[in-house]
């Protein structure tokens, strides 16, 4: 005791396990995947499912439970960024209510895409102070990034994942014969992320996306090939989260794409998608890069050309100064008030800038606009 003042103390350490698996063809009667990690004897599951997954596989989920004797509840839930609102939370939260579960030895299962599976985490984050949740990513964003860690959230007042939580699944379960049935855009906007990874920390991962990119993108990677890029892609990414789940550093490889990116998603919802916007983002700092002579020349040619060898157009339409500098303005707070954007030195090898300059990222949209006419005129001839 000083001056009348007690201290008290309190420690707890509370382990993080989880595991990501490979479990092909999930809505086999017979894959007990889905019911590994709960209860199966006289079980209850709580199911929601994104409404396009339900439209194509609803008949299939819901003859696995039957088969399996599970009684569940089936909710669709419509994906989507404008439907990551509390709104949505609170109605999910109603229906769960009103099919209450077990809290420890009946997960929830998420199906869905990234917007599913962060909005649902949070149901489970928060319902009775936390139930458990098992992830099954059904696009190839929510595959090889969103599904995979322990974030979850909502947006809220124009602002994204404003309301969120850390929340780590009992389990993720990836199933690559889901992506096979994608538009050919959201495997396109999967790769962005994958891309990258391959800019950032893993050079070996950028030469197969030069070798064999273009091909499993077209065959929405379902073969050897497609499923080797992805398991590399996921190695990554959790080498990056595992050490720092919580986010204590805050210098992290896997936010590359994700500064000048997050004011793009917030002005043009309608016209991008969450890997389009991160790989303006990616162009833009590899530019900017290349400027503080970070990396060569040549290593921005083979960006610029595995982004034409797997048929993707940037819209460069959506990019203005202002919005560029407002977002890393807002990332600058997000980070405790220093920049922390992570720029390429080298393929496959990273570093942390804390100096950004306005001038530096209205050059960089000028140089842009000048490597795609380069690109233009060379397709031409």
Known sequence: MTNGTETWRVKHQQTISYEVVNSYNL???????????????GARRFVV?????????????RDYFHFNEVEAKIIPFRGG?????????????????AFPIHRRDEPILAIGGGVLTDTIGFVASTYRRGVPHIKIPTTLMGYID????????INFDEYKNRLGSFSPPKMVLLDRSLLG????????NGVCEIIKLAIIKDAQLFQMLEADGAYSVDTYFQDERGGAILDRAITGMLEELEPNLFEEELARKVDFGHTFSYG???????????G???LLDIVLSVLIAKNRNL????????????????GIVLNTSVLDPQTLWESLEERTYHRNRQQRVPLPNGLGECVFINDICRDEVELSLKNLEDWITIKHDHNIK
């Open 27 to 41: 809505f086999h009667p017979q894959n007990p995947s889905l019911l590994s990690a709960g209860k199966r004897n």
């Open 49 to 61: 499912v994104d409404h396009y997954v339900y439209e194509k596989y609803s008949e299939k989920i």
């Open 81 to 97: 960024e404008d439907n990551k609102t509390i709104e949505s939370y609170l109605s999910i939260v109603r229906e769960l209510d």
């Open 146 to 153: 969103a599904s995979i860690g322990i974030k979850t959230g």
């Open 181 to 188: 049935t994608l538009p050919k855009r959201h495997i396109l």
């Open 264 to 274: 793009l998603e917030t002005h043009h919802e309608a016209h991008l998608l969450h």
């Open 276 to 278: 389009e916007a991160v």
């Open 295 to 310: 990396i060569s020349d040549e290593e921005t040619g083979r960006i610029f050309q595995l982004l034409a060898s797997l």
